[in-house]
């Protein structure tokens, strides 16, 4: 089992930043990968950003590319997302999860992965 907590989240004007953190606990798993999605009312999942464990490749939704970033320390068993000039369209639910194996096209598809944090609230204010 892995256990996830997310944490970060929060109000903030828009243009502003926030950086959630996701610190997970029980097995680890080397060929992992840890991703953030998003679920705002009325919409569906939405898929955020990806780091694979090992190689630490990253993989972003296109709608925060340029905006966001991800990032893992392998000794605290944490990964990040930083968020930069949020938007109003930014407020979800944001949840942490992790992906325990296969390919890298799995990837952004929330229904590959195998645990899942809580979720952290985030709304930007106009």
């Known amino acids: 089992q892995v256990q996830l907590v997310e944490s970060g989240g929060g109000l903030v004007q828009a243009g502003g930043s926030l950086r959630l953190s996701c610190a997970a606990s029980?097995?680890?798993?080397?060929?992992?990968?840890m991703g953030w999605f998003r679920q705002a009312p009325g919409k569906e999942r939405e898929f955020v950003a990806a780091i694979r464990w090992s190689e630490a490749n990253t993989y972003y939704g296109d709608s925060v590319k340029g905006r966001f970033t991800i990032s893992r320390d392998n000794a605290k068993n944490t990964v990040y997302l930083q968020m930069n000039s949020l938007e109003p369209e930014d407020t979800a639910i944001y949840y942490c999860?992790?992906?325990?194996?296969?390919?890298?096209?799995?990837?952004?598809?929330?229904?590959?992965?195998?645990?899942w944090g809580q979720g952290t609230q985030v709304t930007v204010s106009s």
């Open positions: 029980g097995r680890t798993f080397s060929s992992a990968a």
């Open positions: 999860a992790v992906k325990v194996q296969g390919a890298v096209w799995q990837i952004p598809y929330g229904s590959q992965y195998d645990y």
